[in-house]
């Protein structure tokens, strides 16, 4: 059993795979949520961005493909590891998926063990991505210590400024805009102006940048809001 409580959302059409499947990814320690189709599943999405995704193509208000094909394209749920259930069993509709993005193709009627085997291995595989060392210029982010070096000097980073570096620098080359950054690092309750974006960055171009000045790697997209370069 999981000890990390992933999360996962389901979109399944099928009422009665949508519920087994619920009942027993909770069994094995799982944080489940659940959408009959594409409409639901966006709204699920957009109040957080889960760890998998187990995604049904033929739904009741449009293509599950479709679906995919917006979520890779969102620079905020772009992430998101996404595991295709589907009765379409031909090779070209595999290929089609697979190259959309999804990241693995179950078909039906799929057996229950192979199935939580390969949610595993797909959570696995983002755990090993999650904890990687991430460098840009003479920035090195070691996720797992919660550590950050410049020059091999160690930064001393709030809470907060760590979450924001590491989100933006997991997303390289991404814009965010204030918004989707307090979404993803302060959380649906937090309940402050965007503004306070600003001053985090701010505060991070101070540490990061050899002249905060003139950033060359915590940067301004007028209009948009900001990116991390390498």
Same mark, same amino acid.
């Given at each position: ?45 957009? #109040?957080?961005?889960?760890? =998998?995704? %187990?995604?049904?193509? /033929?739904?009741?208000?449009? $293509?599950?493909?479709? &679906? *995919?094909? +917006? ?89 907060? #400024?760590?979450?924001?570096? =590491?989100? %933006?620098?997991?997303? /390289?080359?991404?814009?965010? $805009?204030?918004?989707? &950054? *307090?979404? +993803? ?46």
């Amino acid at each position: 059993m999981t000890e990390t409580k992933e999360r996962i959302v389901i979109v399944e059409d099928d009422a009665s795979i949508r519920e087994g499947l619920e009942l027993n990814l909770r069994l094995e320690g799982y944080s489940v949520r659940c959408a009959a189709g594409s409409a639901e599943a966006l709204t699920l999405l957009e #109040e957080g961005a889960p760890d =998998l995704l %187990l995604l049904d193509l /033929m739904l009741p208000d449009g $293509s599950g493909l479709d &679906l *995919l094909r +917006r979520i890779r394209q969102d620079p905020v749920l772009c992430e998101i590891h996404v595991l295709i259930l589907s009765a379409l069993g031909l090779e070209s509709d595999k290929v089609r998926g697979l190259r959309l993005g999804a990241d693995d193709y179950v078909t039906k009627p799929f057996g229950l063990a192979e199935l939580l085997a390969r949610i595993d291995a797909s959570l696995r595989r983002r755990r090993v991505m999650q904890q990687a060392v991430i460098r840009f210029g003479e920035v090195t982010i070691d996720p797992v210590r919660r550590e950050v070096t410049r020059g091999g000097e160690t930064l001393k980073l709030t809470p907060r #400024e760590h979450d924001l570096l =590491l989100h %933006l620098a997991r997303h /390289m080359d991404r814009v965010f $805009s204030r918004e989707q &950054l *307090l979404q +993803r690092v302060w959380g649906d309750e937090y309940e402050g102006t965007a503004r306070t974006v600003d001053n985090f960055v701010r505060s991070l171009r101070a540490k990061l940048e050899p002249d905060p000045s003139t950033p060359r790697h915590l940067l301004t997209v007028h209009g948009l809001g900001y990116k991390l370069t390498s």
